[in-house]
């Protein structure tokens, strides 16, 4: 009820409006009925005069003007709720996301997200501010107008008896509520796997055509499309229940009005004027007590929904700024004392201990799997860590603004995301303030002879995540964009894997002679990535088994001689070639 109700104070005077526009409009729409009484008992009287006709003439004139500029007024403050809401919830929504880190994925999948964030918002929750509220106000405000009219021109046994068959129907269909929500429940799951789905094939499309997986893809995607429209038609079964239902209420209710109504007259209870006025809005009643169901299902809906939506919103922010108090201004060194990661209860970093330079460049090599990639991504305070393990500048790297963090590092990963925009646009992204670098950022990634062979240069149009490309091409698109801001702190997280040899030793001298003074970090496999570093670092299994320079590991690290040995045979073996 909570989380219904939170749609509506937040738009509090829009709602207010509604309310006083509507009733109002409600209170003009019954007006004339109750004048249908007066006229037909003056006629059935002979007291009705020309003048009292001409006076009704102009009174009804007035009220139809009134109504049609309230219920404007009304409509439009009602119906913009659905745009209101649907911006607001949806902000809501995705300040919560970026709140978290990737962690967030590991517990809702982006598939459900975007399933959450889009269809449950647009479908199910913004039309309990519109079409939902314009339900409640004609199903209990109009309604009650409606009854005391009844009541007004007949007796209270009457009008009891003549609602009774609306009220039972409106009791059953709420009674039913939790079959709906089971349906509902088991819809919007569906949907969220096939979001998720669409997303990974749109992703693979490549190796799904590769492997001619497209009939076994489509096939599956079929059967849990089938499987929604199956909830979706038992829900809507349980939903239009009503309809059938209301005719038979309806039914009742003027056969009840006819028999009893006659016998009120025939004991002279209620006069002919006053049965006319009650028919009259009997042909009224049948829509307010159609809009109470609609509410009450609607009302089913954007409850099960904002409950979707909470869960995402209530999800634990595992990595956040409570005990930051500074900006970071990095001025010395980096340091891992006694350092320890687990993954998922996994231990993927054990007793770490590494100091990082101001102004050094540092290599980590080591087998797939070793833990390289996971010990870099604690710079970028991605994961819950324990506190007083990682320092910066003396001070524990949880005392830093984890923004003032990320915008004194920029990284290259492996699984580079390139955008359906011009070259010039991914390696800018989004930093216009920056495009006067982007020749020597294009320079230093050694892309700058490629882009020259491009007709449009660097606007050209790449494709949905590089498609133009090749592998070598969209990685130096990524290291120009993580050079472009020239930070502080450079992270290579394996990004030169997919380059040759001679490119890979352009970009590496490239780095050392226009980023002196500062600090580079250079994940590779290949030795020859990190040759020149100043410290090179050996994990293996989460665990540094060796660190120093070059020349040092070759004598006091085997695993990394046998590295070097390996490499370098296979690279005088590809020259001979």
Not at 89 to 95: A, I, T
Not at 200 to 226: C, D, M, P, Q
Not at 389 to 412: L, P, T
Request: hydrophobic share 40%; glycine share 4%.
């Amino acid at each position: 009820m909570n989380s219904v109700l939170r749609i509506f104070k937040r738009d509090k005077l829009r709602v207010f409006l509604v309310i006083c526009t509507s009733m109002l409009g409600n209170l003009l729409t019954l007006y004339p009925i109750t004048r249908v009484s007066y006229i037909v008992d003056s006629i059935a009287n002979s007291t009705l005069t020309f003048d009292d006709v001409i006076r009704e003439i102009y009174i009804l004139i007035l009220i139809g003007i009134s109504k049609y500029i309230i219920s404007s007024i009304s409509d439009y403050f009602t119906f913009i709720g659905y745009y209101n809401t649907m911006k607001n919830v949806s902000e809501d929504v995705q300040k919560s996301v970026y709140k978290h880190t990737p962690i967030l994925f590991n517990r809702i999948s982006p598939g459900e997200l975007i399933s959450r964030s889009t269809n449950d918002i647009v479908d199910y929750i913004s039309p309990i501010a519109s079409f939902g509220l314009f339900c409640f106000m004609e199903g209990v405000v109009y309604n009650s107008y409606i009854t005391v009219l009844i009541f007004s021109k007949s007796t209270l046994i009457y009008t009891l008896l003549i609602i009774a068959p609306y009220v039972i129907q409106t009791i059953y269909l709420y009674r039913r509520k939790s079959y709906q929500e089971v349906y509902y429940d088991k819809m919007l799951k569906t949907m969220d796997k096939i979001t998720d789905e669409t997303l990974e094939n749109v992703k693979g499309v490549r190796v799904i055509r590769t492997y001619n997986l497209l009939a076994k893809v489509r096939k599956s995607f079929v059967s849990k499309l089938n499987i929604y429209t199956d909830n979706n038609l038992e829900y809507m079964k349980k939903v239009k229940l009503f309809q059938p239902i209301n005719m038979l209420s309806t039914a009742v209710s003027y056969m009840i009005a006819v028999i009893y109504g006659f016998y009120l007259i025939k004991n002279g209870e209620m006069t002919i004027g006053g049965m006319m006025s009650i028919f009259l809005v009997l042909t009224l009643i049948q829509w307010p007590y159609i809009a109470l169901s609609q509410f009450i299902i609607s009302f089913i809906e954007t409850k099960k929904g904002m409950q979707r939506i909470e869960e995402i919103e209530n999800q634990e922010v595992l990595v956040n700024n409570k005990e930051a108090k500074y900006e970071l201004n990095f001025q010395e060194k980096i340091e891992f004392k006694d350092f320890n990661f687990k993954y998922e209860d996994k231990l993927v970093l054990k007793n770490i201990n590494l100091t990082i330079g101001k102004g050094k460049t540092i290599g980590i090599v080591g087998k797939t799997g070793s833990g390289k990639s996971t010990l870099i991504k604690q710079l970028l305070r991605l994961y819950p860590i324990q506190n007083q393990s990682i320092f910066i500048d003396n001070k524990a790297i949880e005392e830093y603004y984890d923004y003032s963090i990320r915008n004194s590092m920029s990284v290259a990963f492996q699984e580079y995301q390139l955008f359906s925009k011009s070259l010039k646009d991914n390696i800018l992204f989004y930093r216009e303030n920056l495009e006067d670098k982007l020749e020597e950022a294009l320079v230093n990634a050694d892309l700058k002879k490629d882009v020259d062979k491009f007709t449009e240069g660097v606007d050209t149009l790449i494709g949905e995540n590089g498609l133009s490309l090749s592998g070598g091409q969209k990685q130096r698109i990524a290291i120009a964009r993580s050079l472009i801001s020239n930070p502080e702190i450079l992270i290579l997280d394996d990004s030169l894997s997919a380059v040759d040899a001679a490119t890979e030793k352009n970009i590496i001298e490239n780095i050392k002679n226009e980023r002196q003074g500062k600090t580079n970090i250079i994940v590779a496999h290949r030795v020859s990535a990190v040759r020149h570093a100043d410290k090179i670092v050996v994990l293996s299994d989460g665990e540094i088994i060796g660190q120093g320079r070059h020349e040092e590991l070759i004598e006091t690290c085997d695993w990394y001689r046998e590295l070097d040995e390996y490499q370098n045979k296979e690279a005088k073996k590809n020259e001979e070639e």
